[in-house]
């Protein structure tokens, strides 16, 4: 019999991103990010990506014919003023991909405090960021998504890359501890976890993919993901993504709990 991986599952959203809507895509201009734009863009969505201000980044925004924002994610009061441009020029705010990342370097020799520090400010904080200046706007627009693009290194660490892994985990722990919240105000936020992916991120090890003919992801079938979290997952998931297996939902184990010395839970009744 063949097993079909469950996907994404729409709770109480609209199947596909009202033709309008508006959504910011943090770290737009990577892989990641140019093809969830593309794919946002042709589903008639107001797209701004924000990405640090290169001619680069400029150059990919106008070839997607979308909007480009100036922002460094780690800079709390900028992701604040992007999210108030974006509304003072489209009106609203209807979805946050915060995407923005990056790796380590891979040293385990000694701890390279700077890069630690860099990679948790980026992967991290411009998490919470991302996600406290998108609140109120959301909330204005009568609810909508939250996206974080997180990493398999964050349910499965990644012993050859210690920041990264340590942001990540952080990543999916924030959004799990503040979905019930933003839930209540009609905001959703969940995180995907994608497996290596055809990005800057493998070139280190790009050429030992090929020799073990390891499939990693391409950079469209984590837009795709990233695009049904908008409308479709439930508050709290973190969705793994891999090739050949699409969008599963990682079931996290329960924490034991407290016992009374009767080995009862607290509260319950005598036996």
């Known amino acids: 019999m063949t097993q079909v991986a469950p996907v994404l599952r729409c709770r109480h ?8 809507s508006v959504a910011l895509v943090t770290g737009g201009s990577g892989g990641f990010g140019r093809a969830l734009a593309a794919r946002l863009r042709d589903a008639d969505v107001r797209v701004v990506l924000a990405d640090l201000d290169s001619p680069r980044n400029r150059a990919v925004a106008e070839e997607l014919g ?29 979805a946050a991909f915060l995407n923005a990342g990056i790796a380590g ?4 020799d000694a701890l390279d405090v700077e890069e630690y520090l860099r990679v948790v400010a980026i992967d991290l904080h411009g998490v919470v960021y991302g996600t406290d200046a998108a609140r109120p706007a959301l909330r204005r627009a009568g609810g909508g998504s939250v996206v974080v693009t997180a990493s398999l290194a964050g349910l499965s660490p990644m012993p050859t890359d210690q920041a990264y892994s340590v942001a990540k ?4 722990a924030f959004v799990r501890s503040i979905a019930p919240v933003l839930h209540a105000e009609g905001i959703t ?3 995907i ?7 800057a991120i493998i070139d280190p090890l790009r050429e030992h993919f090929a020799a073990a003919d ?3 992801l391409t950079a469209d079938e984590v837009a795709a993901a990233m695009a049904q979290a908008w409308t479709s997952a439930d508050p709290g998931a973190a969705y793994v993504v891999q090739p050949g297996v ?7 184990k329960g924490v034991p709990a407290a016992k009374t010395t009767a080995g009862s839970p607290p509260g319950s009744p005598p036996s």
């Open 105 to 108: 370097s891979g040293t385990t």
């Open 66 to 94: 979308v909007g480009f924002a100036v922002l460094d994610v780690t800079d709390h009061a900028a992701n604040q003023a992007v999210v108030a441009a974006v509304e003072a020029e489209h009106g609203r705010l209807d």
């Open 214 to 216: 390891f499939p990693v």
């Open 189 to 191: 936020i969940s995180a």
């Open 246 to 252: 699409g969008a599963v939902p990682y079931r996290f």
């Open 13 to 20: 959203e609209r199947a596909h991103p009202r033709p309008g």
């Open 193 to 199: 976890c994608p497996g290596f992916a055809d990005t």
């Open 169 to 172: 985990a952080g990543a999916v």
